[in-house]
């Protein structure tokens, strides 16, 4: 398996522009997390998806930022207008919930960097 | 609601020392642990969990961690070092039943000297 896979790996934005994030999940997997880590906040959940629907979007900081997961094997997150306190380094992880195999599963992350 | 706190914010030890990187956690449900390691520029590997049975849970890389339930802790340790394990090191929770998300401690970041 490729495990899951965001992209773009990099991203420099000019504030105000607007940020979209990748991820694609683990085939199979039915739940889906985004991650921010900032060395202020250290790794806070944004908000997660079971089998695409949003469950808990309590850790979105404000109305700039939202996700969405059209369907099983892709998710986005997006920003706009991006800020220069939106620097960081954004996770996507997927896990099969349920029976104890509540593993998450990383994916390299999306360092975003905003000027 | 649960939080994690992981003892130390670094860790430095000589090569092939022993290590132990402390976690304590706060729930009033029932929890799975985790550890997780972050390499430079990485993302997150699982280390190893615990969901049940026995307190002593081994994972990759030689690292073991030991649940405490009284003490609610779930110390990471490893009886010899090496400079690969040079790394940050995340001791997390999720609940049992309900919310699967996982709440993250600060992360320890060990060091490992020739």
């Known amino acids: 398996d490729a495990g899951v896979i965001q992209s773009p790996r990099h991203e420099v934005t000019e504030m105000g522009q607007e940020v979209t994030l990748r991820c694609k999940p683990i085939s199979g997997h039915n739940s889906l997390f985004w991650y921010r880590q900032t060395m202020m906040r250290g790794l806070e959940l944004l908000i997660y998806f079971n089998n695409n629907v949003p469950i808990d979007d309590s850790g979105m900081p404000e109305d700039r930022f939202s996700a969405k997961m059209p369907n099983a094997s892709f998710s986005t997150l997006k920003i706009q207008p991006s800020e220069p306190r939106d620097s960081a380094v954004y996770f996507c992880a997927s896990s099969l919930t349920g029976g104890g195999r509540e593993t998450q599963y990383f994916g390299p992350g999306t360092r975003l960097l905003v000027l | 609601a649960q939080s994690v706190t992981q003892l130390d914010s670094q860790v430095p030890v000589f090569e092939e020392a022993p290590v132990e990187l402390r976690c304590n956690y706060s729930s009033s449900v029932s929890v799975y642990l985790f550890w997780y390691v972050q390499y430079p520029n990485q993302g997150l590997q699982l280390l190893l969990k615990?969901?049940?049975?026995?307190?002593l849970d081994k994972g990759i890389n030689g690292f073991e961690a030991e649940f405490n339930k009284s003490q609610t802790s779930f110390h990471l340790r490893k009886p010899s070092v090496h400079i690969s394990d040079t790394a940050e090191y995340f001791c997390a929770v999720s609940e049992v039943q309900g919310a699967q998300k996982l709440v993250f401690g600060q992360g320890t970041r060990l060091t490992i000297n020739p």
């Open positions: 615990y969901l049940s049975g026995s307190t």
